[in-house]
């Protein structure tokens, strides 16, 4: 056994802590996600990029969030002794391997909280990734169907015959 393994952690409890504050905190992304994807179902542009403004504010927080965690977890790591990596680059389940039995049950109790609501807003931000990429592929359609060819002049507004490179597509459409 390892004789580490019974030693009580002053930062597991803080960590435990943090874990469920941070599955807390990813609920309104997830929420600001669904959001964002029934936004582009309506066509809302609008409502899209102001949920995008949103996300952002959301997920600059997020990262605060973690910074602690970072620092808990090389705090935790120094005080139980293990060197070589810094805590930050430990996987929960190696930390957890080294805590007591009830640090252990505890900390892996709020890491299963987080990676649940980690999961649904992973499959959020794909969705959202996806249409994202539908819209910018038909986009870049309906832009190359307006472009004039290189071949092909066009007319300025006072009339005068110019490249399709010199004109523009209000003056091409009228």
């Known amino acids: 056994m390892n004789p580490q393994k019974n030693q009580r952690s002053l930062g597991a409890a803080e960590l ?3 874990l469920v504050d941070l599955s807390r905190a990813l609920e309104p992304l997830a929420e ?16 899209m990029q102001s949920l995008h403004d949103e996300s952002t504010g959301l997920v600059k927080r997020l990262r605060e969030r973690d910074g602690l965690r970072r620092q808990i977890m090389d705090r935790m790591v120094a005080e139980l002794g293990a060197s070589g990596r810094p805590g930050r680059m430990w996987s929960l389940t190696e930390l957890v391997s080294r805590l007591s039995p009830k640090d252990a049950a505890k900390l892996s109790a709020s890491a299963a909280i987080l990676r649940g609501v980690m999961d649904r807003v992973v499959k959020l931000s794909r969705q959202v990734g996806s249409i994202s990429d539908a819209i910018v592929r038909h986009l870049t359609w309906v832009f190359s169907a307006v472009r ?3 071949e092909f002049g066009s007319y ?7 490249g399709a490179s010199d004109s523009r597509i209000v003056d091409t459409l009228g």
Request: glycine share 6%; charged share 20%.
């Open 156 to 162: 300025s507004v006072g009339g005068v015959a110019v």
């Open 32 to 47: 600001n996600l669904q959001r964002r994807i029934d936004a582009a179902r309506a066509v809302d542009m609008e409502q």
């Open 148 to 150: 004039l060819q290189p």
């Open 16 to 18: 435990a802590t943090l």
